[in-house]
């Protein structure tokens, strides 16, 4: 196995290791309905998967006024938490990770959820321990504003070079770029891998496996 090249790794939560593209671009849907919104198409709503919450929502329904901004984000939170225990981690996710744990890198989640969102999704998996730290968009700056693997590598103290961003979505490869640090994009979550190349991604894979097989050779 090829020498350590990223000392510590950051990972995307929804779509990157957590199945939940279509229950969120579901639940953003429904939302704006209930709010008589001008309902997004499934590229619209997907699109802004990764960004907080409310940017996300204001995003995918730009004629739904502010005022309603509470109603609507109310609306999401009730159809996503009808649906969050059908989501599950991807096939080769806990193996990966384990290997990656056994090779001393610095596991973390740098995510568009909020903590109580991601706690709530740790606990479900049981992925209690597995991750070193985390960041989530309503404790600090939402994607793609490069704070969140800012204080991640002040935190553990490595540098933008020896830190690597995994991530489903231009969001993702655009903060780690802002942060000066290397990227890989994965081609089976939120959005299309076209728009991947602009952002400098080293690597773009396709399923865990190959993500996998990515990460024991070059991370």
Known sequence: MAARQFDLIAFDWDGTLFDSTAIITRSIQE?????????????????????????????????????????????????????????????????????????????????????????????AVELQGVFDGSRTADETQGKPHPRMLHELMREFGVAPERTLMIGDTTHDLQMALNAGCASVGVGYGAHPTDAFEALQPRFVAHSVAELRDWLRLHG
């Open 31 to 123: 939302a704006v309905r209930d709010v008589g919104g001008t309902v997004p198409s499934d590229v619209a709503a997907s699109y802004v998967i990764g960004m907080a919450l409310m940017p996300a929502l204001a995003h995918a329904a730009p004629d739904v006024p502010v005022s309603k901004h509470a109603e609507l984000g109310e609306r999401y939170r009730h159809h996503y938490i009808a649906h969050q225990h059908d989501i599950v981690l991807f096939d080769g996710v806990l193996p990966m990770l384990a290997e990656l744990k056994a090779r001393q890198h610095c596991l973390t989640v740098a995510t568009g959820k909020s903590r109580r969102g991601l706690d709530e999704a740790l606990h």
